[in-house]
């Protein structure tokens, strides 16, 4: 049964390796992955592992989502903006943790496909989809609680940075072909306050069209 592995995949991939927040990992029990990915590989869902989604594009392991949601730190309330929908599994998880979320994503089929799973899994209501630039982010729904980047940049987008609210948090990976780093960038009053967690490894963030 999908829900006993989802239960394991909980348990095994993430509370074990040190996801603490109760909310994330409720989050993570509710969320059913395989409707977000393509049906041959629905078998697969509980996998610990990123899988194909197409496009050359993948849904994130499910201990990089729920190590993304843990380091925004949300309590509810928020709204949020998660760049580079893909399948839309993180949009899902988020919308499970806060209480807006928008999410971006510049490759049309995948926004389409990503809009078809998040209603079938209930959350066609709760997401707001935007096809287009992330790195130039949302403005007119901004500012956000919290931006959680799903693809690695050089440097974390400015423009992202930008639509915080103050002592708001972006998790975004930086880097290029020969590593990256998980960085939690928080907005304060001085400026950019930048955390490097842990080695991971994104597909590129590609800005423009
Ligand atoms: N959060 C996704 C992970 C998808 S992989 C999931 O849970 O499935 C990263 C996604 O970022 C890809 O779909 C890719 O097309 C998208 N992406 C890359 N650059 C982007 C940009 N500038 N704006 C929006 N999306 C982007």
């Known amino acids: 049964m999908l829900a006993d592995e989802r239960?394991?995949?909980?348990?095994?991939?993430l509370r074990r390796r040190g996801i603490e927040d109760e909310r994330v990992l409720a989050a993570m029990a509710r969320v059913p992955r395989e409707l977000f990915l393509p049906p041959e590989l629905q078998e697969a869902a509980y996998a610990d592992a990123a899988l194909p989604i197409g496009d050359g594009q993948t849904?994130?392991?499910?201990?990089?989502?729920?190590?993304?949601?843990e380091q925004l730190a949300l309590h509810g309330g928020e709204r949020v903006l998660d760049v580079g929908t893909g399948s839309g599994y993180q949009a899902a998880v988020l919308a499970e943790l806060a209480d807006e979320v928008h999410t971006i994503e510049r490759i049309p089929e995948l926004a389409e496909r990503a809009r078809a799973s998040l209603a079938a899994a209930g959350y066609?209501?709760?997401?707001?989809?935007h096809v287009g630039d992330g790195t130039?982010?949302?403005?007119?729904?901004?500012?956000?609680?919290a931006i959680a980047v799903a693809a690695a940049a050089l440097e974390a987008?400015?423009?992202?940075?930008?639509?915080l609210e103050p002592r708001g948090r972006l998790v975004v990976?930086?880097?290029?072909p020969d590593g990256q780093w998980l960085e939690v960038v928080v907005r304060t009053p001085e400026g950019p306050a930048i955390l490097r967690t842990v080695p991971c490894r994104f597909?590129?963030?590609?800005?423009?069209?």
């Not at 597909?203 to 069209?209: H, N, T, Y």
């Open 59 to 69: 849904i994130s392991q499910p201990y990089m989502a729920a190590l993304i949601c």
């Open 136 to 145: 130039l982010g949302v403005p007119e729904s901004a500012p956000f609680a």
């Open 203 to 209: 597909v590129p963030l590609v800005a423009g069209r």
């Open 7 to 13: 239960e394991r995949m909980v348990e095994w991939q």
């Open 157 to 163: 987008p400015p423009a992202l940075y930008d639509q």
């Open 173 to 176: 990976p930086v880097g290029g």
């Open 124 to 129: 066609g209501e709760r997401v707001q989809l």
